[in-house]
């Protein structure tokens, strides 16, 4: 009896540790440094023609303004986690100014109709949720919906370009083309953003763990019991047992299972959703309710 309780002990930490090795790592394959964050069209449903008039005025808005807006498409499957891969692109390409915390990160994904928005704080007073998600709703979804996504794109980019210019008292028609009161060309490199949400992750990952370890522990305290006190214990289980002293087989079945769900907002065509990220940030999450989903979240 002790070299069969040892022995399933034994099977349940391997089961154990194999879960931990298995548990979900957030987010998709993206170019970990694109030669332009402007528009990075992995999906290949971005013109030629687009993409250029994109990149010219994000370049300009960026030499202004520190602001900068991203395209980014991707043909994945549902497991795709769309808010973590904009939290992780926004962060690895540090999209918009550091210190004015002003990027936006517009994620689509072709392949389940769904999009995301990421945006900093540092203009949450003038691309707020309400307006973000009215944004997508107006500008993204109508095309979004007819599987137009160049056009849908370029509607929704050129919209926030507009919003920015007023609010920062800008043209990107009058920049030079070569003056940049920010980092030139809108380079990564010299702008990094905090990722205080990694903090949050990392919560979530050790309580995870916590509760595995919980249940181990449970269960082995449970067979240990069961294993001393088996005799006591049969008529519980409603098994039948041979042998003495020095051993037993028995025969019992039972199942158990737990699992949870959680569910995120969702908007028109994906559960989208704005972030922010920035140096000292914290973040939050919206969506609203339409045919494909969509939302937007702060960082």
């Known amino acids: 009896m002790k070299y069969g309780f040892l022995r399933r002990a034994a099977v349940l930490t391997v089961s154990l540790l194999l879960l931990l090795a298995a548990l979900p790592v957030f987010g998709a394959s993206y170019p970990s440094e694109p030669s332009t964050v402007y528009v990075v069209d992995e999906a290949n449903v971005i013109g030629s023609g687009t993409e250029v008039v994109l990149t010219a005025e994000g370049d300009a808005l960026f030499a202004l303004t520190g602001a900068q807006i991203s395209v ?7 497991a795709v ?3 973590e891969l904009a939290y992780e692109a926004f962060n690895d390409w540090g999209i918009g100014s550091a210190e004015r915390n002003n990027g936006v990160l517009l994620v689509m994904n072709t392949k389940t109709e769904d999009y995301w928005v990421t945006a900093g704080y540092g203009i949450d ?3 707020n949720s309400y307006y973000l998600q009215t944004a997508l709703d107006k500008y993204l979804e109508p095309y979004f919906a007819k599987k137009e996504y160049d056009a849908g794109a370029k509607a929704f ?3 926030l370009v507009e919003k920015l210019e007023k609010h920062y008292d800008v043209s990107i028609a009058s920049w030079d083309g070569k003056t940049y009161l920010f980092d030139a060309g809108g380079s990564s490199t010299s702008r990094t953003h905090s990722d205080t949400s990694d903090l949050a992750d990392f919560g979530r990952f050790l309580l995870i763990l916590f509760l595995i370890i ?7 305290f ?3 019991v069961i294993s001393s006190r088996f005799g006591r214990w049969s008529h519980f289980f409603g098994g039948t047992y041979y042998g003495s002293s020095s051993g037993y087989s028995s025969s019992h ?3 158990g299972s737990s699992s949870y769900h959680s569910s995120g907002s969702s908007s028109y065509h ?3 959703s704005h972030s922010y990220h920035s140096s000292g940030g914290s973040h939050h999450s919206f969506g609203g309710g339409g045919s494909h989903g969509g939302g937007a979240g702060r960082h």
């Open 72 to 78: 980014l498409t991707i043909d994945d499957g549902d």
């Open 125 to 127: 007073d003038i691309l």
């Open 81 to 83: 986690d769309l808010e």
């Open 270 to 272: 994906s559960s989208g």
């Open 214 to 220: 919980l249940a181990y522990l449970f269960v082995v």
């Open 222 to 224: 449970l067979l240990a």
């Open 157 to 159: 980019y050129e919209a």
């Open 253 to 255: 079945h039972g199942s």
